[in-house]
């Protein structure tokens, strides 16, 4: 009954531990190390990490940034929203706002572009599917990171963080095309 | 001054006042439940796109409700019956200013029917996490914050029961083990409510409009230093329970009291710093900070729970081994009492959480896979695997304890309740596992509608997603059902379950004290240590648990297995860095 009564001992930090105790602790312990450098040897061999700039911006100052590269580079429109095809390598932005993804994007197949979001007002969540990249865009602040799309086709942004009562219609679209 | 009574069947002693305190804890914290458990079905129903019961606002705002009442109210109120329990009962000690333990818990009840109001009224359906910049009514946020102060008050009534308990020598030696847990628990619940205070407390003062702005990133690291840490109390105070339950049933001791109280220990020193696993994708925090606080310092809490993991069974499994249960590997586990609902909702809770929670959770918090799991509905059925199961669980089964002892009944419907745990575990897990699936494919939590009706560009996921979202429905209403059982039991035996003493009558059940009469023991007897344990060998090759170890070799190779997987999944995602 020892479990809900005072331990036996009195000093019952010098009882030794029992074997199996102790191997069990020392496999859980060499696991828990290689979980742990999984996350470095990945930050250095893997190709999916996220960056760690991001700049605090106000919504007014990067609409500006949105602003000009839609002026600069659209080529279309759908639903309403301009589609932007930026030229491989440059910086594309991207911003969320209850509820919408704007503008659409184009990109080329295995180029790299410096992708930027933010959000105009509350939490949004930038859920790329199907690929199945998720970021949390925060008002605020601006991430900025290097995207290589490497399958071509037609991309949707969906809005996981709740940013109510439209938080179903904030769709985005993202089109790659082959080269 | 009488004021114990002690227990016929157990020998537990009952302070007056505690016992009372208990019993109107668990009695808040079963209303609660029954509150998040009917919003549960509106949530799970709505969610199943063929059903789609509820329209989208009715369905945010009874989500936040089903969120605050489960994860926050019924966990809370229980817990602290736990820590009165562990504190007075387990030491057999008066409890300390038994006053100001009734204040906090009216300012508990105060605070939660506040918030449920305010989420009642419609205006603040901004989800248990109420994410700054979206804001809700100030009543919403001040309703929490009585109610976190309610349960500060609550842990130091514990630690003042300690101190006494200490100084009136009531007991030999040190703690026991199951009240170190309760003292670890109540650590992190302080560590839990200084955070909630310094992010609510600004944001209510925004809502009323004293303070301009609020930084909704500097929201998220502190919030979530609350939200996180809340669920690490679950985590200690139910592996206390796990303790005190195989002490009941089965005389257990622990393995070595050395190595179950340094895992708690470990738990104090790192498990709070998993506040980092929800902002792993957020930016403006780096990679160094993500990577040594996910990991909880190198994952040594998660080498904790491992431990606990060992332990546990194991201890029981050597209790079981010296009575004579020793064929093979496990006769120690197919003779144990799977008819008894306070065993068999321990042992499911105790799988389920290492299992399915414990392994999600590592995997999703690793710095660079939570990019394919971050927001998906693999979050709540994570979760729902550790909490709903693994604390819930584990509360339930200690309520079938605690009837006979606590409010002197015996079960009503007791073959309801031999189901109960059956029924409610393999209804969550048929959702858990559904749910993580579906998680895997994309879907979004918190998400009315996974057909994207009325908006402008368009969007479809793949049909496996919707038939994996209505198992999960199919699971969720299983779960329930289980939850339905556990409260039609435990009022019905509160209501109409067989006296065991005359004097425990109706109001005794809803924490007025027995008549004085009962209460005839002025001072009990100290507490002896545990006895000295005959050196004896039940198991095989030196090991006294071999069959719990097998046990753990199985969870070490699902976990290293789905670990991998999730890179490999990773690695097929589009290049980013």
Redesign the interface.
């Known amino acids: 009954?020892?479990?809900?009564?005072?331990?036996?001992?009195?000093i019952?930090?010098n009882?030794p531990?029992?074997?199996?105790?102790i191997?069990?602790?020392g496999?859980?312990?060499v696991?828990?190390?290689i979980?742990?450098l999984?996350?470095?040897y990945?930050?250095i061999y893997?190709?999916?990490?996220?960056?760690?700039e991001?700049y605090?911006t106000t919504p007014a100052h990067y609409q500006v940034k949105v602003d000009e590269m839609v002026a600069k580079y659209k080529v279309g429109e759908?639903?309403?929203?301009p589609v932007v095809k930026p030229p491989a390598g440059s910086d594309v932005y991207m911003l969320g706002r209850l509820w919408?993804w704007y503008p659409i994007l184009e990109l080329e197949q295995n180029q790299s572009y410096r992708l930027h979001?933010s959000s105009m007002?509350?939490?949004h969540?930038f859920?790329?599917?199907?690929?199945?990249?998720?970021?949390?865009?925060?008002?605020?602040?601006?991430?900025v990171?290097?995207?290589?799309?490497?399958?071509a086709g037609e991309f949707?942004v969906?809005?996981?963080?709740?940013?109510?009562?439209g938080?179903?219609?904030?769709?985005?679209?993202i089109y790659v095309k082959e080269n | 001054m009488a004021q114990f009574r002690v227990c016929p069947d157990t020998g537990f002693f009952f302070d007056k006042s505690a016992e009372s305190l208990i019993k109107a804890n668990a009695v808040a914290a079963a209303v609660s439940l029954l509150i998040a458990g009917v919003l549960a079905l509106g949530v799970i129903l709505t969610r199943w796109q063929e059903v789609h019961l509820l329209p989208a606002d009715l369905f945010y705002q009874v989500l936040t409700a089903h969120g605050i009442n489960a994860l926050l109210f019924w966990i809370i109120f229980f817990e602290i019956a736990i820590l009165y329990f562990a504190s007075s009962t387990l030491l057999r000690t008066r409890l300390a200013a038994p006053r100001w333990a009734w204040l906090g818990f009216a300012l508990m009840i105060i605070g939660a029917v506040m918030n449920n109001i305010a989420v009642l009224q419609g205006n603040s359906s901004v989800m248990m996490t109420s994410y700054a910049p979206m804001q809700a009514e100030p009543h919403f946020y001040l309703g929490l914050i009585l109610f976190a102060v309610g349960a500060l008050i609550g842990c130091f009534v514990f630690l003042g029961t300690l101190v006494i308990a200490r100084d009136d020598r009531t007991y030999e030696g040190s703690l026991p083990l199951v009240t170190f847990g309760a003292l670890t628990a109540c650590i992190i619940a302080i560590f839990t409510i200084a955070c909630g205070a310094i992010i609510l407390v600004p944001t209510w003062l925004w809502s009323i409009g004293y303070i301009s702005h609020i930084d909704a990133a500097m929201y998220r690291v502190i919030w979530w230093g609350m939200g996180h840490s809340s669920q690490q109390i679950n985590v200690a105070a139910h592996v206390s329970v796990w303790y005190l339950i195989i002490g009941v049933l089965f005389n257990a001791r622990p393995m070595s009291e050395k190595v179950s109280r340094t895992a708690f220990l470990l738990y104090i020193l790192f498990l709070q710093l998993a506040s980092a696993h929800h902002i792993l994708v957020d930016p403006g925090i780096s990679s160094e900070w993500k990577v040594f606080n996910t990991s909880y310092a190198m994952y040594l809490a998660v080498l904790a729970s491992m431990i606990h993991g060992l332990t546990v069974p194991g201890s029981m499994e050597v209790a079981q081994r010296a009575k004579g249960y020793t064929k093979g590997m496990f006769e120690w586990l197919r003779k144990a009492p799977w008819g008894n609902p306070v065993f068999s909702g321990f042992f499911l809770a105790l799988i389920i959480f290492g299992f399915i929670g414990g392994i999600t959770g590592v995997v999703m918090g690793t710095e660079q896979i939570n990019i394919i799991i971050h927001n998906t509905i693999y979050v709540p059925a994570h979760f729902h695997a550790t909490v709903a199961v693994g604390t819930t669980l584990t509360f339930m089964a200690l309520t079938y304890l605690l009837i006979p002892l606590v409010f002197r009944r015996a079960l009503f419907l007791p073959w309801m309740a031999k189901w109960q745990p059956y029924v409610f575990s393999a209804g969550m897990t048929l959702m858990i596992l559904f749910q993580l699936g579906a998680g895997t494919l994309g879907v979004s939590r918190r998400h009315w509608d996974m057909d994207f009706t009325g908006a402008m560009l368009s969007f479809e996921y793949p049909g496996t997603a919707y038939t994996l979202m209505a198992v999960a429905g199919v699971g969720g209403v299983l779960g329930v059902l289980g939850g339905a059982m556990y409260l039609i039991v435990t009022v019905g035996s509160l209501l109409f379950g067989k006296k065991l003493d005359q004097s425990a009558g109706f109001l005794q059940s809803f924490g007025v004290p027995m008549p004085a009469s009962s209460y005839n023991i002025t001072q009990p007897e100290r507490l002896q240590m545990a006895p000295k344990l005959a050196v004896e060998e039940h198991g095989s090759a030196g090991f006294e648990a071999p069959g719990t170890f097998v046990l753990a070799i199985a969870l070490l190779v699902c976990f290293v297995v789905y670990y991998f997987i999730n890179w490999d999944y990773l690695a097929s995602v589009w290049p980013i860095s």
């Open positions: 009954m020892s479990s809900f009564l005072p331990p036996s001992e009195r019952w930090w009882t531990i029992g074997k199996q105790e191997i069990w602790i496999i859980a312990l696991w828990c190390l979980m742990f999984m996350m470095p990945w930050h893997g190709k999916q990490n996220l960056s760690n991001a605090q759908e639903a309403g929203i919408q979001l007002d509350w939490n969540g859920s790329l599917q199907p690929v199945n990249i998720n970021l949390q865009i925060v008002p605020g602040y601006e991430m990171l290097t995207v290589t799309p490497d399958t949707t969906v809005c996981n963080e709740f940013c109510g009562i938080h179903h219609l904030m769709l985005g679209k």
